[in-house]
T-cell receptor, first 114, second 110 residues
């Protein structure tokens, strides 16, 4: 079955530590996205990528970094510079970034700070 | 800039009640409009979409009509079930950007 997988489901971060969230898709989609979800705030875009080896900052990129070395993979690193990382992180993909294209979401990773 | 406003929740209804969740938007172009649903602990799933004015999207008994004159895309269902309990997000996509509303939590009581 085609879809998007995210791992781990839960992740714990210690102070000063960088952590990496995995996102893999087998839908052959060009575009991939990372969102942060906080209670009552909807989804906020962190980074997006339209093609391999290219990515752009979203609305809240500070304290995060990404890479897109393969079409299928778009990992997100939450760095120690992100002072309030506790949130639910969602990865998504779409065929491209054209208007009208549906985004397909993974099951999410919940990040908690110890 | 473009934006989406949807009614605040939570919305609590009894099973078999009629559901309306309001969504209005502002956009400078001609956006596509979406409703996504998020069940507890999961990611979002597309519920329905409409890509031009007067289009009606429908799925699983839910429907919404793209109203350009009122800049609205209200979600409706004639008879809700307990299994419809979830968070519903209205969204618009214009040019190369998608914007989500803050979500409306729906509770259906048996």
């Amino acid at each position: 079955d085609g879809g998007i997988t995210q791992s781990p489901k839960y992740l714990f971060r210690k102070e000063g530590q960088n952590v990496t969230l995995s996102c893999e898709q087998n839908l052959n989609h060009d575009a991939m996205y990372w969102y942060r979800q906080d209670p009552g705030q909807g989804l906020r875009l962190i980074y997006y990528s339209q093609i391999v080896n290219d990515f752009q900052k979203g609305d809240i990129a500070e304290g995060y970094s990404v890479s897109r070395e393969k079409k299928e993979s778009f990992p997100l690193t939450v760095t120690s510079a992100q002072k309030n990382p506790t949130a639910f992180y969602l990865c998504a993909s779409s065929i491209n970034r054209d208007r009208g294209e549906t985004q397909y979401f993974g099951p999410g990773t919940r990040l908690l700070v110890l | 800039g473009d934006s989406v406003t949807q009614m605040e929740g939570p919305v609590t209804l009894s099973e078999e009640a009629f559901l309306t969740i309001n969504c209005t938007y502002t956009a400078t172009g001609y956006p596509s409009l979406f409703w996504y649903v998020q069940y507890p602990g999961e990611g979002l799933q597309l519920l329905l979409k409409a890509t031009k004015a007067d289009d009606k999207g429908s799925n699983k008994g839910f429907e919404a009509t793209y109203r350009k004159e009122t800049t609205s895309f209200h979600l409706e269902k004639g008879s809700v079930q307990v299994s419809d309990s979830a968070v519903y997000f209205c969204a618009l996509s214009d040019r190369d950007k998608i914007i989500f509303g803050k979500g409306t939590r729906l509770h259906i009581l048996p």
